[in-house]
């Protein structure tokens, strides 16, 4: 009973199960149980930052500013830190239309990566092996696993926590 090895994140998984599975389990978690859905920003942040091919090469230095941000500030709100940088990122005057000067998710010939290897030691299969009853701590201590991997690699500058 052999599984896979992914090739972005290098999780281990079992036959016929990818990261992507294991997304989708945390989703349908956060909808059984909508309180779970606290950490949901911080969820989908720390599943795309492992698998950098998703974002482009603009959003994964988006994703590494909030992430650092998120985990320096006990009460971040994602959404409040997506308001206060609309005007960097609009695409019109208008800072209240929500688009982008660019794509944060990958196109052909712009996809995100990293300068140096990352290892993870936390991971979306880690996260569901442990189950749904502890899935907001377990998130947190991914976001927080992700930040020390990505200093140790030097794709985010060294700094508190």
């Known amino acids: 009973m052999t599984g896979t090895i992914c090739p ?52 994964i230095e988006y994703g590494l500013k909030l992430l650092v941000t998120f985990m320096a500030t006990a009460d971040f709100d994602p959404q409040s830190f997506n308001r206060q ?39 979306a299969a880690a996260v569901v092996q442990r189950g749904a009853a502890g899935y907001e701590p377990s998130v947190r201590e991914w976001a927080q696993s992700l930040l020390v991997a990505l200093r140790a690699a030097g794709q985010v500058p060294a700094g508190p926590r």
């Not at 079992?14 to 920003?41: I, K, N, S």
């Not at 005057?93 to 794509?103: I, L, S, V």
Request: proline letters at 10%; glycine letters at 6%.
């Open 8 to 59: 972005a994140c290098g999780a281990a998984q079992p036959p016929e199960r990818t990261c992507q599975d294991d997304f989708y389990e945390m989703l349908f978690w956060e909808a059984e149980v909508p309180a779970r859905g606290a950490v949901h920003h911080l969820m989908v942040l720390c599943y795309h930052l492992q698998h950098p091919h998703l974002y482009s090469a603009r959003g």
């Open 85 to 123: 940088q609309r005007g960097a990122v609009a695409t019109s005057p208008n800072p209240d239309q929500n688009q982008r000067r660019w794509p944060i998710t990958a196109r052909p010939g712009d996809e995100g990566s990293y300068d140096a290897p990352v290892r993870w030691t936390l991971t």
